[in-house]
């Protein structure tokens, strides 16, 4: 079982660039989820997805782009990327069934460096 | 606005001995989850409490939700280096999108 896949696994940015970061899951999960995690800081939401076509903005959602036209893939998109948007960003799904969240499963992750 | 606060931040110690990790809101959760971050690796799962006063055991690890579901314990007896990581705990406040408040995390260090 491949679970959530993220790729790349590591990038270097310029200022002012633009780059996507892929996710797809093989879990059949509705609900998907983009984090960032910053030192010291724990995991900040940017965008989620309760299902095919269906995305919300979450906690810093700035400067960030979503698309989930599978249930299996859910994009994110940064446009003009800024030094500030240099962290770890970690892409989660979970079955979200039967009214209780059992837990999610993570990506391993991508290191982004804005330069 | 739902806060999780864990305690301590950071903990060091010797291989063998035991340690408690806390996790404390003020607010009520339907769920409570426990997991551990490896370097460069996403977090794993290792435990969800649903009940208040719910004891959860994973080998040597006891998983505890509080009686009002508003706070949660996780101790590990004989650490291990194996242990060594970033304790996260997240609790779901019950909203349709699932959704996860998280708290900032335990650094614990094992020293063989």
Same mark, same amino acid.
């Given at each position: ?7 790349? *696994? ?12 892929? %996710? ?18 724990? $995991? *900040?939401?940017? /965008? @989620? ?14 400067? @960030? ?14 446009? $003009? ?6 962290? =770890? /960003?970690? %892409? ?9 969240? @059992? ?8 290191? $982004?460096? =804005? =330069? | ?20 990790? /806390? %996790? ?24 969800? =409490? ?10 040597? !690890?006891?998983?505890?939700?509080? #009686? &009002?579901? +508003? #706070? ?6 004989? &650490? ?6 970033? @304790?996260? %705990? ?9 959704? !996860? ?5 335990? +650094? !614990?260090?094992?020293?063989?």
């Amino acid at each position: 079982n491949a679970g959530v896949t993220q790729t790349p *696994k590591f990038r270097i940015l310029k200022i002012g660039q633009s780059m996507t970061l892929q %996710c797809t899951q093989d879990m059949n999960h509705n609900y998907m989820y983009w984090y960032r995690q910053d030192p010291g800081m724990g $995991l *900040k939401l940017i /965008y @989620y997805s309760v299902g095919a076509g269906i995305t919300d903005k979450g906690e810093v959602p700035n400067g @960030y782009n979503v698309s989930r036209s599978t249930t299996e893939d859910f994009p994110l998109r940064l446009e $003009l990327a800024a030094p500030s948007q240099t962290s =770890v /960003y970690f %892409c989660a799904s979970s079955s979200g069934t039967g009214g209780t969240n @059992y837990g999610y499963t993570f990506g391993s992750g991508t290191r $982004l460096t =804005v =330069v | 606005t739902q806060l999780l606060e864990q305690s301590p931040q950071f903990l060091s110690i010797q291989e063998g001995e035991n340690l408690t990790v /806390y %996790c404390n809101s003020s607010s009520v959760f339907s769920s409570l989850q426990w997991y551990r971050q490896e370097p460069g690796e996403g977090p794993v799962l290792l435990v969800t =409490v649903v009940t208040g006063g719910e004891v959860k055991k994973l080998k040597r !690890l006891t998983f505890q939700f509080g #009686d &009002a579901r +508003k #706070d949660s314990s996780l101790h590990i007896t004989a &650490a291990q280096p194996g242990d060594t990581g970033l @304790y996260l %705990c997240a609790g779901d406040g019950g909203g349709s999108n699932y959704q !996860l408040i998280w708290g900032a995390g335990t +650094k !614990l260090i094992i020293k063989p």
